[in-house]
C-alpha cells in the first residue's frame, strides 16, 4: 500500500515537532542515566569494563 507524501511547510502543525522534542530533551537530561556528550559516553564505558572481570583470579588471568 503506498501513501502520498505531502509536504508540511507553513502548516500550523510545523513547528509541533520542535516542540516536543524539546520537552522530552529537558525531561531526558534529568534522567540519572542521561549521556550529555563524548566525555561521559568514553568514561562511563571505562568504567564498565573495568570491572568486567573482577571474577578471574589475577595469577591465574596473567598466566593465560
Same mark, same amino acid.
Given at each position: 500500500?503506498?501513501?502520498?507524501?505531502? %509536504? %508540511?511547510?507553513? %502548516?500550523?502543525? !510545523?513547528? #509541533?515537532?520542535?516542540?516536543?522534542? !524539546? #520537552?522530552?530533551?529537558?525531561?531526558? !537530561?534529568?534522567?540519572? %542515566?542521561?549521556?550529555?556528550?563524548?566525555?561521559?559516553?568514553?568514561?562511563?564505558?571505562?568504567?564498565n569494563v573495568s570491572s568486567l572481570?573482577?571474577? #578471574?583470579?589475577?595469577?591465574?588471568?596473567?598466566?593465560?
Amino acid at each position: 500500500m503506498y501513501r502520498p507524501v505531502v %509536504s %508540511s511547510v507553513n %502548516s500550523h502543525t !510545523e513547528k #509541533i515537532p520542535a516542540y516536543v522534542d !524539546e #520537552i522530552l530533551r529537558l525531561l531526558a !537530561e534529568k534522567l540519572p %542515566s542521561y549521556i550529555q556528550d563524548t566525555t561521559d559516553f568514553i568514561y562511563f564505558v571505562t568504567l564498565n569494563v573495568s570491572s568486567l572481570y573482577t571474577n #578471574i583470579d589475577i595469577d591465574d588471568g596473567l598466566r593465560v
